[in-house]
């Protein structure tokens, strides 16, 4: 055997003695009337075939279990029987990949850390790391603070692993800087940590997808990925991160869901043409000429937009139709309440329809310069403030983000995220920035069936909206920009016919 095959079955015996395989947290074994064993967890279930005596009572120990990895496989008599011992080992393995088997790392009774199967293509393998080795801390590894433990995370990876023993959290951090097994055994000396807790969480860390070793180089494809967009992706699509996912309303009576409509913001009133919609439906050109003809326009006729073509447009992409409320219900929970929802002419997940729009106007027929929210179901806008610094700096971000020219008007896109957030869990901001996507394409048609001039802007400024709205960007924070002004080309033969609000009395 080899100096390095040694080391290597050296640490294979360390994490054997050390890791203890258990069943999740809230999963249990049940044994069916034919004497199969059933193992039930959130989200996940496993029968196995009939099974020798000593080898069901081994696995169905695993319930609450605080024998290490050696310990269970020596109840097993091999002699007797041989093959018992490959077959407890494909069990085992069968539980880990269905996420309903945990490894933690304990040492003299103490719990210092643990790995939990969070995607479809979990394995658990115990792969040693020699003493001579170089590693480092993943690029993608993503460490935050749960409750009172430490939680690694990594897009790349389809577990979670949790470090629970404070001093142990220090070596995460010695890995940012490349390492080897015996220098971090070295540290965590000076810590107090046994060396063979920390050969347990480099096994876990392995497991995990957070190391990085010296001879290991990553792919083109990977090295373009941002550690912060690769973790955002995995974890709002199913099957990889775990935790609850999708429409799960685990905040019935704790948190109150925001309303449908967003309450008006102090400021004058402007109440707006509303067009006949009959005109628009007889006149408008047909829809596959509309998305042929779309394009994004960055110059502008030697008139500016009007008023009347702002509330058409507004109209046209998000108007209110009506507001009602639907009973919900949470299987999380147990817990049932009602929320209001809307009709709007979008499509919105859930008619969460938390998008509101803020126009930025630099110059429009009717209309003074300044910002303005509008209210989608009185169709009316709100003067937010009058032209100013701010609302300057608002049009000089958009004109640098499109080829240069200073739009007539600039339309924030924000989002009441309370009002997604309340009902989905993880794919909540995914489905904002996809509901983004059907506004600014109806905003598209929509200017493109009016002979209007538009452009989707591919990002702005939160801060400089914040500041101009006095918003607090985590309650309603600007997601999308979109800038419209007047067609340099043929100006539009039909327009509707538009209702004139009543004059104040």
């Not at 609450?64 to 109840?75: H, Q, T, Y």
């Not at 948190?255 to 919609?277: E, Y």
């Not at 403030?385 to 700096?393: F, N, P, V």
Request: glycine letters at 8%.
């Amino acid at each position: 055997m080899s100096h390095g095959a040694a080391i290597s079955a050296k640490t294979s015996a360390v994490a054997e003695r050390t890791l203890v395989p258990r069943l999740i947290e809230g999963a249990r074994c049940l044994r069916l009337p034919d004497g199969r064993l059933r193992f039930e967890g959130s989200g996940a279930s496993a029968t196995l075939p009939l099974l020798p005596a000593e080898l069901a009572e081994a696995l169905a120990g695993l319930e609450g279990n605080r024998r290490s990895i050696d310990e269970v496989f020596g109840a097993i008599d091999d002699t007797r029987r041989p093959g018992l011992t490959a077959l407890l080992f494909a069990h085992l393995a069968r539980l880990s990949a269905q996420g309903l088997l945990t490894h933690h790392v304990e040492v003299d009774g103490e719990a210092f850390a643990s790995i939990e199967p969070t995607g479809m293509n979990y394995r658990f393998l115990i792969q040693p790391i020699a003493d001579e080795t170089t590693v480092q801390l993943s690029r993608f590894s993503v460490i935050r603070r749960d409750d009172d433990h430490m939680v690694l995370e990594s897009g790349l990876g389809h577990a979670l692993v949790r470090i629970r023993n404070p001093a142990l959290m220090a070596i995460p951090g010695l890995m940012s800087a490349p390492q080897t097994p015996a220098s971090l055994r070295a540290h965590a000396a000076l810590l107090g940590i046994p060396a063979d807790a920390v050969a347990g969480l480099l096994v876990l860390l392995v497991n995990g997808k957070h190391i990085e070793r010296e001879d290991e180089t990553e792919s083109d494809d990977l090295r373009l990925w941002n550690p912060h967009d690769l973790i955002f992706h995995m974890s709002s699509r199913y099957g990889r991160l775990g935790g609850y996912y999708g429409g799960n309303y685990r905040h019935i009576g704790d948190i109150d869901p925001a309303p449908a409509l967003r309450p008006l913001p102090d400021g004058r009133r402007i109440a707006l043409p509303i067009p006949v919609l009959d005109d628009m439906l007889r006149d408008d050109p047909p829809f596959q000429e509309v998305v042929e003809a779309r394009r994004s326009i960055y110059s502008y006729g030697p008139a500016p937009v009007t008023l009347d073509e702002l509330a058409e447009f507004l109209y046209r992409v998000a108007r209110v139709r009506w507001v009602g409320t639907q009973p919900v219900s949470s299987q999380v929970t147990g817990r049932s309440g009602e929320m209001e929802v809307t009709s709007r002419p979008i499509p919105a997940g859930g008619r969460g329809y938390e998008l509101d729009l803020y126009l930025t106007i630099s110059v429009c027929e009717g209309l003074e310069p300044g910002m303005y929210h509008y209210d989608p179901a009185g169709h009316q806008l709100t003067q937010v403030r009058a032209s100013d610094g701010l609302t300057e700096q608002m049009l000089a971000y958009a004109a640098i983000a499109s080829p240069g020219v200073q739009p007539q008007v600039l339309i924030t896109l924000a989002a009441r995220f309370r009002r997604m957030m309340w009902k989905y869990d993880r794919l909540a901001y995914a489905a904002t920035l996809k509901h983004v996507g059907v506004m600014m394409q109806q905003m598209y048609l929509a200017a493109t069936a009016m002979r209007l001039a538009p452009s989707a802007l591919g990002s702005g400024n939160i801060e400089t909206f914040a500041a101009a709205t006095g918003n607090n960007p985590v309650v309603e924070g600007s997601v999308g920009e979109f800038i419209l002004g007047s067609s340099p080309g043929e100006a539009r033969e039909n327009r509707p016919a538009m209702v004139r609000p009543e004059p104040p009395s």
